[in-house]
């Protein structure tokens, strides 16, 4: 077809109507209308690479594609984008009646890989067909199995251990200890015997304690900043021979607060011996 003849047949294709052009559009109300009964396709070439924008009317979508291959698709509830040559492609969920409210998939193929969602009666639900890791300050601060358990390494906790016997000199003395066993994040002191809370929450405390081989009462309190009140306090009073008293409980702890094991009563006495296991010391932060 010469030139000549392309420009006889242009006002059969094209109408101009003031600054707006229409291609098959007798009327055009933009710049650039296009208009056909089942598909539009817009296409850009550069060299060996093309590229098209794609209305197609059966799939109410619009979509780019790149080298004949559909990139992204914006549909009147979703929005997607795909790498076709490893079969991933992802979508952003609009408003449904389905239980996927709204959110963000991972496919491979049909197969739902991973995403997100939210829904009214639901709220919040993260999908993944392997573990989940939560990461701050580029460390994995949380991790869910596959088999929904719950593990956060990084988590405040200790236990303590004596390996000699303490006597308290005077009252309210602070029993110290010999080691830990684990103490995640060194926020107990052995030699201090205090434990200081590094940000606030609930926190579980329990103490173990073997009485001398003698008649003894012994008063031990697990003291919150200073006070035996605010705390948690346990006695065990023997005839005579070993005694083994024990005591748990949760304290809603701010930043900074501290807690201690002191002895009320002078001459009271702590067993403590190689075996480690006597008298111990453990907390850890609930949430």
């Known amino acids: 077809m010469s030139k000549q003849t392309d420009l006889i047949n242009i006002p059969d294709a094209i109408t101009v109507s003031g600054s707006n052009v229409g291609i098959n559009e007798q009327s055009p109300d933009r710049q650039i209308h296009i208009t056909d009964a089942s598909e539009v396709n817009v296409k850009l070439e550069a060299g060996a690479d093309t590229s098209e924008i794609r209305l197609k ?16 698709g914006l549909k009147s509830d979703e929005v997607n984008w795909t790498n076709s040559t ?39 639900t993260i999908i993944s067909e392997v573990d989940i890791g939560f990461r701050a300050n580029n460390a994995n601060r949380m ?29 309210n003395e602070t029993v110290t200890w010999s080691a830990t066993y684990h103490n995640v994040g060194n926020h107990f002191n052995t030699t201090s015997g205090t434990f200081t809370a590094p940000v606030a929450g609930l926190y579980q405390f329990a103490l173990t304690c073997l009485t001398p081989n003698a008649a003894n009462t012994l008063n031990l309190h697990i003291t919150l900043n200073g006070s035996n009140n605010d705390g948690l306090r346990m006695r065990v009073a023997v005839a005579s021979g070993h005694t083994t008293g024990c005591i748990t409980g949760v304290l809603n702890l701010n930043a900074s607060d501290y807690i201690q094991v002191r002895l009320e009563n002078q001459g009271g006495e702590v067993y403590g011996d190689a075996s480690k296991a006597w008298t111990t010391f453990s907390g850890h932060l609930l949430g």
């Not at 619009?62 to 559909?70: D, G, I, K, P, S």
């Not at 992802?90 to 449904?96: F, R």
């Open 86 to 124: 490893s079969g991933f492609f992802n979508k952003i969920w609009g408003p449904s009646s389905g239980d996927i409210a709204s959110g963000f998939m991972t496919y491979r193929g049909s197969t739902l890989r991973g995403g997100f969602y939210t829904n009214p009666s639901h709220g919040l």
């Open 57 to 72: 009317d059966s799939d109410n979508a619009l979509t780019v594609h790149l080298n004949n291959n559909e990139r992204m």
């Open 143 to 171: 991790h869910i199995d596959t088999s929904g358990r719950v593990t956060m390494p990084y988590q405040p906790s200790f236990r303590a251990y004596k390996t000699s016997s303490q006597t308290a000199g005077s009252t």
